[in-house]
């Protein structure tokens, strides 16, 4: 099915007023199909 923007709505998540173009730290999740631990694990709090 094609986009059609009268029937696909998205909000966005971005925070209102935040200039996004500053230096700043980013939190990213990946989740793996089946969430299969691709990237190690985490043991005592780090990731190893």
Not at 20 to 45: C, K, N, S, W
């Amino acid at each position: 099915m094609p986009y059609d923007p009268q029937r696909h709505h998205r909000r966005s998540i971005r925070l209102a007023g935040y200039d996004y173009a500053q230096p700043g730290a980013y939190f990213i999740t990946l989740v793996t199909h089946d969430r299969m631990p691709l990237f190690g694990e985490i043991v005592d709090g780090k990731c190893g």
